[in-house]
T-cell receptor
Framework: GQNIDQPTEMTATEGAIVQINCTYQTSGFNGLFWYQQHAGEAPTFLSYNVLDGLEEKGRFSSFLSRSKGYSYLLLKELQMKDSASYLCAVRPLTGGGNKLTFGTGTQLKVEL | EPEVTQTPSHQVTQMGQEVILRCVPISNHLYFYWYRQILGQKVEFLVSFYNNEISEKSEIFDDQFSVERPDGSNFTLKIRSTKLEDSAMYFC?????????????????FGNGTRLTVT
């Protein structure tokens, strides 16, 4: 099965950098995704890691260590609009589709 | 940018009634999914669909649930006899490919969801 842990809430200041951690235990691993979800809206794709290391995409970066079952999402130059829930999701090594198991999400609040 | 569209945005129904939630996936995508999110809880996988058949389903997706692709564009989720605990936001998603194909990192694109309230 899958077990994914993320902090429930985080608060950061506009313009700052924040790191959201995710740890996972899985019986088979084939990729980790980060999604952003504003309240009442759909999750939107942010990043994907399947190999160890850092993937950078503008203000967002994501890191993966498969041996540690660990990932983080790094958000730089925080803006008020970044206030949202950030979902870590793991894709297991089963089936042929893109079934994802989501964590409970980290609610990020960006303050002035 | 192409997007997944879902209708209706809100649906209120009485316990025991049948509901059909509708989705139009992105046109060149081959894999389709339903997820649900009970208020305040995590997004949960229900079912994936490929080549006109279910490829995987979760334990939530029991005999009360069914999916169908009635034509070349729509993808529907039917709940035959709704229960109070079916109240949730239901998200449809699609992806260009699955993990066994070359573009295996193709992410899921989610629709804006249908909020189902069972009274």
């Amino acid at each position: 099965g899958q077990n994914i842990d993320q902090p429930t809430e985080m608060t950061a200041t506009e313009g700052a950098i924040v790191q959201i951690n995710c740890t996972y235990q899985t019986s088979g691993f084939n990729g980790l995704f980060w999604y952003q979800q504003h309240a009442g809206e759909a999750p939107t794709f942010l990043s994907y890691n399947v190999l160890d290391g850092l993937e950078e995409k503008g203000r967002f970066s994501s890191f993966l260590s498969r041996s540690k079952g660990y990932s983080y999402l790094l958000l730089k130059e925080l803006q008020m609009k970044d206030s949202a829930s950030y979902l870590c999701a793991v894709r297991p090594l089963t089936g042929g589709g893109n079934k994802l198991t989501f964590g409970t999400g980290t609610q990020l609040k960006v303050e002035l | 940018e192409p997007e997944v569209t879902q209708t209706p945005s809100h649906q209120v129904t009485q316990m025991g009634q049948e509901v059909i939630l509708r989705c139009v996936p992105i046109s060149n995508h081959l894999y389709f999914y339903w997820y649900r999110q009970i208020l305040g809880q995590k997004v949960e996988f229900l079912v994936s669909f490929y080549n006109n058949e279910i490829s995987e389903k979760s334990e939530i997706f029991d005999d009360q649930f069914s999916v169908e692709r009635p034509d070349g564009s729509n993808f529907t989720l039917k709940i035959r006899s709704t229960k109070l605990e079916d109240s949730a936001m239901y998200f449809c998603a699609s992806s260009e490919a699955g993990q066994l194909e070359s573009s295996y990192n193709s992410p899921l694109h989610f629709g804006n969801g249908t909020r189902l309230t069972v009274t």
